[in-house]
């Protein structure tokens, strides 16, 4: 609707009252993009004739208007699709659909006109919007990205095996610091943990005071140590995708969202848009308790399919080992996994994953 290969001044939803709340979710992202929207209402129990009759009498009204009509038939029930694409014909209304498999506009009549593929604009704030989703926060990803937090945190990657210990030590450490962001005095002998705790410092993201503790800059330094780094070079690695991805259209850190008429909020770890599908993905450092992967796995599944319907696409980065029958589970359930053997190569592997949407 939005797609400047069909330009809109105005959009005419046609269904019927239980449809009108989706209707209104898209309005107000329309009315962004300057498309004017009507909401034509049928009854829910239709019936061929009569439904094509009230068509005919409201394309005759919108013919008075300036301009040329196109009819979207690419939902709706069988019956009400055939009827109304039969009246299209009889008014010479050209008829297209979305095919969201291939990410492609194809036109049913005539079909002297050629397919193309639909133009990867829309942003996620509109995407969520028009899923009945409103975003209330996020983690602007400028103002954390360098140079020099990506190569770091990219070497924490490459070595996730091995600091795999570290990792966990770090976060222990971290999760003790009080409201000012100091940890408790730091403890001896910390291996390879010391060298993660270094690499903090060389980042200005934490100090070492005179009493052998370690002092944070401020929540979101503490928040990257207990963990978030792993959110944050998986979004850059994305990013840095963007270049040879150009389908790659968006990127989002710490989404906290809501739907309508729901009180319960949601934060998407990292989300992007790719090829018009939203992709979401958790990102874990801690080991699992019992049971926990299962319910990352089905919690991912659900927001996915709620906020970005059948082709959104969900994923787990753990820097943790996942069972064999929770690996199965998620690939059930359409859910990928990058586990600790992926995260070295780890920017390869989610090319593919995003190359296959």
Not at 22 to 37: D, E, M, P, S, T
Not at 171 to 179: D, E, G, R
Request: hydrophobic letters at 40%; proline letters at 3%; one cysteine or more.
């Amino acid at each position: 609707m939005i797609d400047c290969q069909i330009p809109s001044d105005e959009v005419v939803f046609v269904g019927t009252h239980l449809q009108i709340e989706k209707a209104q979710a898209l309005r107000g992202l329309l009315a962004a993009n300057k498309i004017k929207v009507e909401y034509f209402e049928v009854k829910e129990k239709i019936k061929s004739e009569t439904f094509g009759r009230a068509l005919k009498e409201k394309l005759n009204s919108l013919n008075r208007l300036e301009g040329s009509l196109v009819f979207n038939a690419s939902c709706g029930s069988r019956l009400a699709v055939l009827t109304a694409s039969h009246v299209c014909s009889e008014f010479d209304i050209p008829v297209y659909v979305v095919e969201p498999t291939q990410d492609r506009i194809s036109w049913v009549a005539p079909t002297l006109y050629d397919s193309v593929d639909v133009a990867d604009k829309i942003q996620i704030s509109q995407f969520l919007q028009a899923y009945q989703t409103e975003v209330f926060r996020y983690i602007d990803f400028k103002s954390v990205h360098s140079d020099r937090a990506f190569s770091i945190f990219k070497q924490w990657l490459e070595k996730a095996n091995a600091y795999s210990n570290a990792f966990g030590r770090l976060n222990a450490i971290t999760s003790k610091a009080n409201s000012n962001h100091v940890t408790g005095k730091l403890p001896n002998h910390l291996g390879d943990t010391q060298r993660l705790i270094s690499d903090l410092i060389r980042l200005g993201y934490a100090i070492e005071n005179e009493k052998e503790q370690l002092v944070y800059t401020n929540e979101t330094c503490r928040k990257m140590g207990m963990g978030m780094w792993l959110e944050y070079i998986t979004l850059a690695l994305v990013d840095d995708l963007r270049e040879e991805l150009p389908t790659i259209q968006d990127i989002g850190w710490g989404v906290e969202v809501m739907r309508h008429n729901d009180s319960l909020r949601n934060e998407l770890d990292v989300c992007f848009l790719a090829n018009n599908k939203l992709h979401v993905v958790e990102c874990k450092t801690k080991k699992y308790q019992s049971g926990e992967v299962k319910s990352i796995i089905h919690q991912l599944e659900v927001l996915a399919d709620l906020m970005g319907g059948y082709s959104a696409r969900g994923a787990l980065v753990s820097l943790k080992p996942v069972s064999s029958n929770d690996s199965l589970r998620a690939e059930e359930l359409g859910i990928k996994i990058f586990g600790p053997n992926h995260l070295p190569n780890l920017k390869a592997h989610m090319k593919r994953w995003i190359e296959q949407a």
